[in-house]
């Protein structure tokens, strides 16, 4: 499941906002990396729920690493798992991101994935804690390098 949440973590920008998730935020022509970031985060949480290929395909740089605990993972492994994982995730929204620069062109974001959803016929809440590492790229895209998630214990 944790495999699913890591497309969480991030991503250029969902045009349509996911059913039961909130919708991206509006970021205007000539947006700060902040606000680009911060709504790729977004994007990402909804293309979760829409199991949406092309925006992981867009978000992830082709040498794209996660790791999840002692787990280790190609941009494969993770695209693979994000758009055909036997859970069906119905909501999922970031919570406390921060934006931390560092640099023209490499910041990380942090912050809380909650993903809602059924595994085996149950219904599951997760909240993971995330640090995303993005990368402006030479057309000015910004793409994710780097994903550590951690599984918080239930409230």
């Given amino acids: 499941m944790r495999s699913i949440a890591i497309l969480f973590v991030l991503v250029a920008l ?14 205007a022509k000539g947006a700060t990396p902040e606000q ?21 395909n867009r978000m992830l740089s082709p040498g794209f690493v996660y790791t999840e605990d002692a787990k280790l993972m190609t941009r494969a492994d993770v695209l693979r798992d994000a758009t055909s994982g036997s859970d069906t995730v119905t909501t999922a ?3 406390d991101m ?11 974001v ?30 000015g895209q910004w793409q994710i390098v780097a994903a550590q998630d951690y599984l918080m214990p239930p409230k």
Avoid: C, M
């Fill in 14 to 27: 969902s045009e349509l906002p996911a059913q039961g998730s909130p919708a991206p935020r509006a970021v």
């Fill in 36 to 56: 680009i970031l911060l709504r790729n985060e977004d994007g990402w949480a909804a293309a979760l729920v829409k199991r949406d290929a092309a925006y992981f």
């Fill in 93 to 95: 929204h970031n919570e």
């Fill in 98 to 108: 921060v934006v931390h620069q560092a640099g023209p062109v490499t910041a990380a």
């Fill in 110 to 139: 942090t912050g809380i994935l909650v993903v809602e959803g059924r595994s085996s016929g149950k219904r599951f809440v997760h909240r993971y804690r995330f640090t995303d590492t993005w990368v402006r790229q030479d057309d």
